[in-house]
T-cell receptor
Framework: KNEVEQSPQNLTAQEGEFITINCSYS?????LHWLQQHPGGGIVSLFM???GKKKHGRLIATINIQEKHSSLHITASHPRDSAVYIC???????????FGTGTSLTVIP | NAGVTQTPKFQVLKTGQSMTLQCAQD?????MSWYRQDPGMGLRLIHY???????DQGEVPNGYNVSRSTTEDFPLRLLSAAPSQTSVYFC???????????????FGPGTRLTVT
C-alpha cells in the first residue's frame, strides 16, 4: 500500500509555463513536506506545511487537510527547476516519514 | 556548519562482504535516519534513532545494523552484502520527529552502493 501518492510521475514543460504537482496521502500527519532532488544530487527541503499555503520565490505549496491533498506550484518555470520533486508525509503517530515516488520535471528552454 | 555528511560517495562490494556507511551531523539533532532510494519506489526508511543509545527499525531493516553512540554519528552497517542492497543510501537528521511535531529534515549527499 502507498501512503503517499504523487502525480504526475513525469512532466515536461516549456520554459515560462505554470506547473502543478499533486500529492495525496492517507495517513494522519503532523506536516507535509516537499523536497527537491537534482540529477545526481542530494535532497533539499523546499517546504514544510501543516495548513494553508506557503510561498518561496516562484514556488508555492498548498495543503487541504480535510481532503488530504497538497500541491506544489511553480510559476514561470525555468530550466534550472528541472529536478525530481518528492512529497513526504510526517506521521503524527510515529517517528517516520512516508514518501511519494517523486515527480520528474524537465523544463525545456 | 557542515550539515549532514556521508562517506563514502560511491562503493562497490562483492556479495557477502560487509561494510559501514558513515553519517555525521554537526547540528546537534536528536533524530537521525537512514533511507534507501530505488527507482520507482521512493525513499524507504531502514533504521532511525531518536537520540544517543536509542535506535529502531524502519520499513526495510533486514540486512542492516545501526548504532548511535553519540549524537553526531549514526553509522549503517551492511552485514553480508547482497545484490538486492544495490541502491542509493541517504542519511538524514532533524531536531526531532515525534508524534505531533514535525521539523525539516536535512539530508546527506548520498552513497551510491553497488553489490556484484
Amino acid at each position: 500500500k502507498n501512503e503517499v501518492e504523487q502525480s504526475p510521475q513525469n512532466l515536461t514543460a516549456q520554459e515560462g509555463e505554470f506547473i502543478t504537482i499533486n500529492c495525496s496521502y492517507s495517513v494522519g500527519i503532523s506536516a507535509l513536506h516537499w523536497l527537491q532532488q537534482h540529477p545526481g544530487g542530494g535532497i533539499v527541503s523546499l517546504f514544510m506545511l501543516s495548513s494553508g499555503k506557503k510561498k518561496h520565490g516562484r514556488l508555492i505549496a498548498t495543503i487541504n487537510i480535510q481532503e488530504k491533498h497538497s500541491s506544489l506550484h511553480i510559476t514561470a518555470s525555468h530550466p534550472r527547476d528541472s529536478a525530481v520533486y518528492i512529497c513526504a508525509a510526517a506521521s503524527n503517530t510515529g517517528n517516520q516519514f512516508y514518501f511519494g515516488t517523486g515527480t520528474s520535471l524537465t523544463v525545456i528552454p | 556548519n557542515a550539515g549532514v555528511t556521508q562517506t563514502p560517495k560511491f562503493q562497490v562490494l562483492k556479495t557477502g562482504q560487509s561494510m559501514t556507511l558513515q553519517c555525521a551531523q554537526d547540528m546537534n539533532h536528536e533524530y537521525m535516519s537512514w533511507y534507501r532510494q530505488d527507482p520507482g519506489m521512493g525513499l524507504r526508511l531502514i533504521h532511525y534513532s531518536v537520540g544517543a543509545g536509542i535506535t529502531d527499525q524502519g520499513e526495510v531493516p533486514n540486512g542492516y545494523n545501526v548504532s548511535r553512540s553519540t549524537t553526531e554519528d549514526f553509522p549503517l552497517r551492511l552485514l553480508s552484502a547482497a545484490p538486492s542492497q544495490t541502491s542509493v543510501y541517504f542519511c538524514a537528521s532533524s531536531p526531532t520527529l515525534g508524534g505531533a511535531n514535525s521539523y525539516e529534515q536535512y539530508f546527506g549527499p548520498g552513497t551510491r552502493l553497488t553489490v556484484t
